[in-house]
């Protein structure tokens, strides 16, 4: 079941009629157990609104609590985020020392500067485990380290995890504001006075470098 058809009108009305069936039996038991007469016609009426105030309590708690859960859980995927970029970040940063590193050494072992030239990738800064790959692409020696590819797998687990991160906190943002605009959680909202949440921008605006400017 998709969290489109469970924030629906129709699903909650049937958990409701449901909730108020299963309220107004538990109404009746109450009444049998605490009643020496017979349940005569007369309390036919006071177990109906008894039962009635019982499914609209147990819905009202239960709808709170579905929204608190709702809201609790993008906090958790925002530092998700947070710590996945924290770990890219410094994969990145053992990539460009990979690859300065190496770069530096195939310039010194050639004759001259002509030469180097032939050799140099056209990547002047590692940026993301594309770059990375080209690197190690280019390079038949690094291709072949296994340290270097390990880096490279997990470069590329670390970006398929922050993209995953960030789909679950839009997600997640998304679907609160679902559920305190749908019925009959807008009742809450008015009473709670709820504001929609906003998905923060996560892009990472980077300056453009010189040499990627050619000056």
Known sequence: MNEEFKNSLFWNIIKFGITLIASWLVVVVIFAMCTEDELVPKYNKQMFIGGVILAFSISFISSYNKIQQAKAKIPKYKA??????????????????????????????MNNFAEARKYEVSIHKVKNAADFKTVVEKYPDLKANEPTLKLLEQLETSEKNLLQNR???????ANYNIQIHSFPFSIIRGIFKMDDMIIENEEENEIISDEELGI
């Open 167 to 173: 789909i679950n906190y839009t997600e997640s943002i």
């Open 80 to 109: 998700d985020i947070e710590s996945t970029k924290k770990m890219r970040n410094s994969l990145i940063e053992k990539a460009n020392k990979v690859t300065d590193k190496y770069l530096n050494h195939e310039s010194n072992i």
